[in-house]
């Protein structure tokens, strides 16, 4: 990948971030088909991009059912336990991204510098539920791979893998298929598997940095001509009460009458995304109607210092070895209650994402880093993504407790075409049919929207 000027990103970026919503930008620039210009690219030398990624091919793993106490019927590909460089964050991809994978993967990983190996750890395997929408342009551009969802394991320097097929009648998913077709299918894992070992690289800054980060919050209004959005550069956009929210904004935004306080937000840049990693050019839909809500499957076992290198890893992961533009999700939520910028574009702006295959357009995705099945989310962790949703849904004039209708894009729960109602905060498996956000995550739901609408002012 060729390098772009450090001033032309810093250009680009400050643009994305200083544009006001105003509800009567063109329809022409904000069209799903009309990206933004492309940032210019240098004609010197490629630096070191931050991070990097393993691509290791899987194989037949001999014994590997008896490793496992496995019961799958076929044979177990997968890698032996072998010494690797460091790494962080694990996921599996495959050539097909329409071939699923039917069977179970195992991962375990050993401590970096410690020799301590972890317990055997489960992938979520049925991660074809995210994505760009089937047949758009980012879709058919991409090339992107079938994967399992990442798992962040924590600074490891070991691996052992294996992924074993399922038995005949354990589908869950579609149809049951013809008696020949299922002992075929589950003898067969897709072709081209891979296991993605990805290192986050360093962190974006030190102490001093933040530091200075803080001081200059202040002046953001000042510094962006009232949109009260800080200046390129900084690590995050500094929280506004309700009446300072308001007053940073422009047009027939400003003239909402609910629109709720806009929260801290960790930047890009502060949680250290590499730009020259995306896809140059932005691409926007007209509103955003709705806010799904999304877990990560990349497990609980972090600390919240740890996410900014968390994001890092899922960003490489979704743009390196899923092939998709940008990090999928508009937004992500740690478990401390930290709200982080997603995809590129402007944290205001209608930004197409691809977290909820099908119904992107007009939508926004808020990912919470973690799993959420058994687990329950803290309290922080819902009033996060109430707080994002009265603030970002209210610039769009959307009642949080409210419902709205999207068009489906195509998937395995809609067809394409089909016109559905939805609850203005949704869980992802309202759009699609999987376990996301996770049983836990999504009983909140109902608390993350009246706690939203309050902050809105609404009764």
């Known amino acids: ?57 899987l194989g037949p793993v001999a014994g590997g059912e008896r490793a496992l106490g496995a019961t799958g019927a076929g044979p177990v590909q997968g890698l032996t336990r072998r010494d690797v460089r460091p790494f962080s ?8 991204a329409r071939k699923a994978l039917h069977g179970t993967v195992q991962v375990r990983t050993r401590a970096a510098g410690s020799g301590v190996w972890s317990d055997w750890r489960a992938l979520e395997t049925h991660d074809d539920e995210h994505g760009a929408d089937p047949g758009t342009a980012e879709d058919a551009a991409s090339g992107s791979r079938g994967a399992t969802a ?9 691996v052992e893998i294996r992924v074993s097929p399922e038995r005949s009648g354990e589908e869950a998913d579609g149809p049951a298929p013809v008696a020949a077709d299922r002992a075929t299918r589950a003898a067969t894992l897709p072709d081209g ?20 980060t803080a001081s200059t919050a202040a002046e953001a209004v000042a510094a962006e001509g009232g949109t009260g959005l800080a200046p390129a550069g900084a690590a995050e956009l500094p929280a506004l009460s309700r009446a300072a929210t308001r007053a940073s904004l422009a047009g027939a935004a400003a003239a909402k009458p609910y629109i709720g306080p806009r929260p801290r937000i960790v930047t890009r840049k502060g949680w250290g995304a590499d ?83 099908g119904f992107n357009t007009n939508s926004m995705g808020i990912a919470v880093l973690g799993t959420y099945g058994s687990a329950t989310p803290p309290a922080a962790v819902v009033n996060a993504v109430a707080r994002l949703t009265a603030w970002k849904l209210g610039l769009y004039g959307v009642n949080p407790k409210g419902t709205t209708s999207l068009v489906s894009g195509g998937g395995n729960r809609y067809k394409k075409g089909r016109k559905v109602t939805f609850r203005t905060i949704a869980g992802h498996r309202d759009g699609y049919a999987t376990e996301c956000p996770g049983k836990r995550l999504y009983g909140k739901l109902g608390t993350a929207r009246s706690t939203s609408a309050k902050y809105q002012g609404r009764r």
């Open 1 to 57: 990948m060729r390098a772009y000027l450090s001033s032309s990103i810093a250009v680009t970026c400050a643009a994305a971030l200083a544009l006001p919503l105003s509800l009567a930008t063109p329809a022409a620039a904000q069209s799903l088909g009309r990206p933004a210009a492309p940032v210019a690219l240098s004609a010197g030398a490629e630096p070191r991009l931050a991070g990097s990624t393993q691509s290791l091919p």
């Open 89 to 96: 964050l694990v996921g599996v991809v495959w050539d097909d």
């Open 150 to 158: 990442p798992l962040w394991v924590g600074h490891s320097d070991g």
């Open 193 to 212: 598997m891979r296991l993605e070992l990805v290192d986050p690289g360093p962190e974006p800054e030190g102490p001093r940095a933040r530091a200075a």
């Open 275 to 357: 730009e020259r990693l995306r896809a140059r050019s932005f691409v926007y839909t007209k509103s955003v109607k709705a806010a799904f809500v999304h877990h990560t499957v990349t497990g609980n076992r972090y600390t919240c210092k740890q996410a900014p290198s968390i994001l890092r890893g899922i960003y490489r992961y979704h743009v390196k070895s899923l092939r998709w533009r940008d990090f999928g999700y508009n937004f992500a939520v740690d478990k401390c209650g930290n709200i982080y910028e997603g995809r590129a574009g402007g944290v205001t702006r209608a930004v197409l994402g691809a977290h909820t295959r």
